[in-house]
């Protein structure tokens, strides 16, 4: 299937009025475009104040 774009994914254009992704949502996002591409990986360095993931995302060409 491949990633699904942000569209695709949260079901509106990022960016627009009155949309707000959760941040919940958005490092899902981020874990489907790791499973989904070889360009990008998530690391998780531990967790807010409010317990909720602290990621770290790192985005190159499959070589690095």
Do not use: C, Q
């Not at 699904?4 to 959760?22: H, M, V």
């Amino acid at each position: 299937m491949g990633a699904l774009s942000p569209r695709e994914f949260f079901g509106f254009e990022i960016g627009e009025d009155r949309k707000l992704a959760r941040w919940d949502k958005i490092v899902e996002y981020f874990k489907h475009l790791a499973e989904n591409s070889n360009r990008i990986k998530v690391v998780e360095l531990g967790k807010s104040t409010e317990g909720n993931p602290f990621i770290l995302a790192y985005i190159s060409s499959p070589e690095n």
